[in-house]
């Protein structure tokens, strides 16, 4: 469920939201020597990760990467899903073969607790949708970090230029992060 950006940040009262996160946001943060930034864009809320996306760490971990370090540094929050939640992850995970495991864990976290979710994943993005899931994305996020004056434009635009060439993801809604 997508909503303006700047409507949501501005009605929550301290500027907060509860967010779960995905392995590839996380990565793309660790990648540029730059995951500290998230605890400070929600230096008021509880930067939270399922057991399932911090697996996900290791295994990168296991296979050489070492940004993945810097992340785990960070001591976010990692929460398992109880009974009930393992149960419906159980009966999605075969139909939804094309989400992986930390997001669909997370997705369904969010969706019980109502919590917002960090993915770049468009498939996950979708199921976030169909499930009246509040996500946010890279640029969402940076919006966020300029909203908030955590860096200024020239700043963001040089953490852009990184992600783009260390994680080869483009970010193609530039506009939409200084945008008013």
């Known amino acids: 469920m997508k909503q303006d950006l700047v409507m949501k940040w501005i009605r929550n009262s301290k500027n907060t939201c509860e967010m779960i996160f995905d392995t590839d946001i996380l990565s793309i943060f660790g990648k ?3 995951i500290s930034l998230l605890k ?6 509880d930067v939270i990760i399922t057991f399932e996306v ?7 971990k296991d296979a050489g990467y070492d940004f993945v370090d810097s992340i785990l540094e960070q001591g976010f929050k990692v929460i398992q899903l109880d009974p009930d939640l393992i149960l419906e992850f159980e009966q999605n995970k075969d139909k939804l073969r094309n989400i992986h495991y930390g997001e669909l864990a997370s997705i369904l976290l969010c969706k019980k607790l109502k919590m917002d979710f960090a993915t770049n994943d468009k498939k996950a993005k979708r199921f976030c949708e169909e499930n009246k899931v509040f996500w946010y994305d890279i640029v969402d ?4 970090c300029f909203l908030k004056h955590i860096m200024d434009e020239r700043e963001l635009r040089d953490v ?3 992600i783009e060439i260390r994680d080869r993801t483009y970010i193609s809604k530039k506009e939409r992060i200084f945008g008013n």
């Open 40 to 45: 400070k864009i929600f230096q008021d809320s």
């Open 32 to 34: 540029i020597g730059k």
């Open 141 to 144: 996020i940076l919006r966020l």
């Open 54 to 60: 911090y697996n996900e760490l290791l295994k990168a």
């Open 160 to 162: 852009i230029k990184d």
